[in-house]
C-alpha cells in the first residue's frame, strides 16, 4: 500500500538524520522515493532591497540540485526520483507535489526549535499535516537513536471513528516486521461503554501481538504518557474523531508537536 514516497528536504541536519529513518521503510515495501525542495523567498531575501530576485532564485535552484543529488545518494537502495526545485509557500507546494506525484506517503522531518516557537510560528511539518490529503510520516529529530527500531513498537490511536478504522490498515503493514501494537484508546469522564470494549477486543485479535491501554484525561497528554512508558517507537494517530476526541486535529498537532518519537498521521 506504501510504495512510493515524497521526501521534502531543506538539507538541514534534521533532514539528514531523516534519510536514516527512510532507509527503514524498506521494511515495509517503499521501493520509490521522490526528493524535492522548495524555496522559500522570505527566507532567502528577508527584509533585503535591491536584489536580482531572479539571478538568486537560478543561483539557488542550481546549489539545490546539487544538494538534492546528495541526498539521493544516502538513499540509493531505493528508486530515486528527483522532483524539479520549486519557488512558494513549503508546506503549500510539498502537498501539491505530493497530489501531481500521486505518493502514497509524505515523511518530512520535523525541527527541534523548541515547542514555543512551534506553536507561535507554526512548521512546515505542522503546514503538511493540515493541507495534506496524503498521510504523512513526521519524523522527529529527537528520534533517531529509535530509528534501527522503528517498528518494533507501534502506538495506535484508536477513537471509533473512521479515520481510526482505516489508520488500521497501514497500521497492519508496519506490524509486517514483527511489531507489537498498542491499542490505545483515552476515554471521556465516566466508564467505558461494553459496546465499546468488545469492539477494541475484537481489534486486538487482528493482531499478532498486541495489547488494550486505556487511560482518563487530556487526549495528547494521554497518549505521549502512554509512548514514553510504554517504550512506543512510533505513534500512529488519525486526523478526526468523536467524543472528547473529536478534537483529534488538534490532539494530532499537540502529539507532533511534543513527540520524541516519529508520528505517523493518517488523512483521509
Not at 45 to 53: A, L, M, T, Y
Not at 75 to 100: H, L, M, W, Y
Request: net charge neutral.
Amino acid at each position: 500500500m506504501i510504495k512510493k514516497i515524497l521526501f521534502p528536504t531543506d538539507f538541514s541536519e534534521a533532514s539528514e538524520i531523516g534519510t536514516e529513518a527512510i532507509k527503514k521503510l524498506k521494511q515495509i515495501g517503499v521501493e520509490e522515493v521522490l526528493l524535492t525542495h522548495v524555496i522559500d523567498l522570505n527566507k532567502i531575501i528577508g527584509p533585503v532591497s535591491g536584489i536580482d530576485i531572479p539571478a538568486a532564485i537560478e543561483n539557488y535552484e542550481k546549489e539545490s540540485l546539487e544538494n538534492l543529488k546528495k541526498f539521493a545518494e544516502n538513499i540509493r537502495d531505493f528508486n530515486v526520483k528527483i522532483i524539479p526545485v520549486r519557488v512558494g509557500d513549503p508546506a503549500s507546494t510539498i502537498c501539491k507535489i505530493a497530489e501531481e506525484e500521486n505518493v502514497d506517503m509524505i515523511a518530512i522531518p520535523s525541527h527541534s526549535k523548541g515547542l514555543l516557537a512551534e506553536i507561535l510560528l507554526g512548521s512546515v511539518s505542522e503546514g503538511v499535516v493540515k493541507k495534506s490529503r496524503k498521510p504523512v510520516f513526521v519524523i522527529k529529530f529527537d528520534a533517531r537513536k529509535k530509528f534501527d527500531d522503528l517498528f518494533r513498537r507501534i502506538l495506535y490511536c484508536y477513537d471509533f471513528s473512521e479515520n481510526a478504522n482505516k489508520l488500521r490498515d497501514y497500521v497492519k503493514i508496519f506490524t509486517k516486521v514483527g511489531s507489537e501494537v498498542l491499542i490505545t484508546h483515552v476515554i471521556e469522564k465516566g466508564e467505558l461503554e461494553e459496546e465499546k470494549l468488545a469492539r477494541l477486543k475484537i481489534i486486538k485479535e487482528e493482531f499478532e501481538n498486541a495489547k488494550i491501554i486505556l487511560r482518563e484525561g487530556v487526549p495528547y497528554k494521554e497518549i505521549l504518557k502512554v509512548a514514553e512508558e510504554m517504550n512506543a517507537t512510533l505513534i500512529t494517530i488519525g486526523h478526526s474523531g468523536e467524543g472528547l476526541l473529536r478534537y483529534l486535529g488538534g490532539t494530532s498537532y499537540n502529539v507532533i508537536r511534543r513527540a520524541k518519537i516519529p508520528v505517523f498521521v493518517y488523512k483521509s
